[in-house]
């Protein structure tokens, strides 16, 4: 099970974006992790007329490592290491490791 998904809300632990928040787009491979509004880059491109996309300077989100990140805790306000366990019914659900909350039920 994925300890962080996309949706989830994560805050950068180091680099130069480190502190700053974000939800996640999406998890490419399971080690890289792209979030919106955080390690964006300007790519010059060129014009791709089959596609319709037009050339220029374009800005976007580039991957950050899995290790860079870690999901944000509205309760303690800080970021937080994530646990997985098995209720009683046998459904599989991550949980904050600091105060034991069910982060999806």
Same mark, same amino acid.
């Given at each position: 099970?994925? /300890?962080?998904? /996309?949706? @989830?809300?994560?805050?950068?632990? +180091?680099?130069? @974006?480190?502190?700053?928040?974000? !939800? &996640?787009?999406? &998890?490419?491979?399971?080690?890289?992790? #792209?979030?919106?509004? &955080?390690?964006?880059? /300007?790519?010059?491109?060129?014009?791709?007329?089959?596609?319709?996309?037009?050339?220029?300077?374009?800005?976007?989100?580039?991957? #950050?490592?899995?290790?860079?990140?870690?999901?944000?805790?509205? !309760? +303690? /306000?800080?970021? @937080?290491?994530?646990?997985?366990?098995?209720?009683?019914?046998?459904?599989?659900?991550?949980?904050?490791?600091?105060?034991?909350? &069910?982060?999806?039920?």
């Amino acid at each position: 099970m994925e /300890k962080i998904r /996309k949706g @989830d809300q994560v805050i950068v632990l +180091s680099g130069r @974006d480190k502190g700053r928040r974000g !939800a &996640v787009i999406g &998890v490419l491979q399971g080690t890289q992790v #792209l979030v919106e509004n &955080v390690n964006r880059v /300007k790519r010059h491109t060129k014009a791709n007329p089959q596609a319709n996309q037009p050339g220029g300077i374009i800005e976007k989100e580039m991957p #950050l490592p899995l290790c860079k990140v870690a999901l944000w805790n509205p !309760a +303690s /306000k800080k970021a @937080d290491r994530v646990g997985v366990k098995r209720l009683a019914d046998g459904k599989k659900v991550r949980f904050f490791k600091s105060n034991g909350e &069910v982060i999806d039920a």
